[in-house]
């Protein structure tokens, strides 16, 4: 390419954009004999919760947006951990789950693709009053549906934002 400095530097993050995706989407089936297994669906942000005006309204939260998602168990696919993936129109967010107890997920770590390539770490969260049924260790792969429900504070690292996602994902045909 040529033609200046702004097409050189857009050919290279375009390069590394696409390299950076096929090793991460390479690492995503490593080990896996066969397709996964998954349950695919859609959550929504079912409330809000202020600490400061505007934590959430301000950064772009609202009510009733939605996104869609995929939760993969452990259990049925013999990956490493619980990971759930909601895609919202703005940012995504992956889920790892570390902490479990019964149907109550109790910790997770979480990594925020946001717009514009940003990226946010927030490690170690801690959830109340959350949940999935049935429960991670109960899923098999004859599991028609699953439903998870979210309660995470200082949402997409913005302190003061805690927000509820609900969502049924209904298992994939493969």
Known sequence: MSGGYIPQLMEGLMRRFVTGMAGFLAS???????D???WEGTAYLTAIKE????ACINNGWRVGQHALGVVQ???????LNDTFMLNFARPA???????VSAASITKVDIRYIMGRAGFQIADAVT?????????LASITTSTPSVTLQLV?????????????IRGT????PV
């Open 36 to 38: 996964p297994v998954v």
């Open 127 to 135: 959830l109340t009053g959350s949940s999935i049924t049935p429960a």
């Open 152 to 164: 995470v504070a200082n949402w997409a690292n913005n302190s003061g934002c805690t927000v509820t």
């Open 51 to 54: 600490a400061t005006a505007g």
């Open 93 to 99: 967010a992956w889920f790892k789950v570390t902490g």
């Open 169 to 172: 994902f209904a298992k994939r």
């Open 28 to 34: 995503c089936g490593a080990g896996l004999a066969a």
């Open 73 to 79: 168990p452990k259990v049925v696919n013999g990956t």
